[in-house]
Nanobody, 118 residues
Framework: VQLQASGGGLVQPGGSLRLFCAASGSIVSIGVMGWYRQAPGKQREFAANIVSGDSTSYTESVKGRFIISRDNAKNTVYLQMNSLKPEDTAVYYC?????????????WGQGTQVTVSS
């Protein structure tokens, strides 16, 4: 199983970006999917997640600005990031809890850089 993240880049404050993360491999089903982020010199932190029933959770600092969604047919999770701030600058990692023939395990994508700067 692999998680492939993309969509990061450089954006000015107030701008928007959309991150994508697609899961591939011998997947039976996918449970929760989410995004974490790690700013320079800081620990990785939770940003948002979505369970298979479309229930979502967000860290307080991104509520009202970020929207997480998923396409179960494509095994893909998205993160629409609006009104971006310099403090959103980080490497964003997708995460998913996936069921394969070997059972349930957590998987991480490779990370995609988001830089918010004028």
């Amino acid at each position: 199983v692999q998680l492939q993240a993309s969509g990061g880049g450089l954006v000015q404050p107030g701008g928007s970006l959309r991150l994508f993360c697609a899961a591939s491999g011998s997947i039976v089903s996918i449970g929760v999917m989410g995004w974490y982020r790690q700013a320079p010199g800081k620990q990785r932190e939770f940003a948002a997640n979505i369970v298979s029933g479309d229930s979502t959770s967000y860290t307080e600092s991104v509520k009202g600005r970020f929207i997480i969604s998923r396409d179960n047919a494509k095994n893909t999770v998205y993160l629409q990031m609006n009104s971006l701030k310099p403090e959103d600058t980080a490497v964003y990692y997708c995460n998913a809890y996936i069921n394969t023939w070997a059972g349930w395990s957590g998987y991480w994508g490779q990370g995609t850089q988001v830089t918010v700067s004028s």
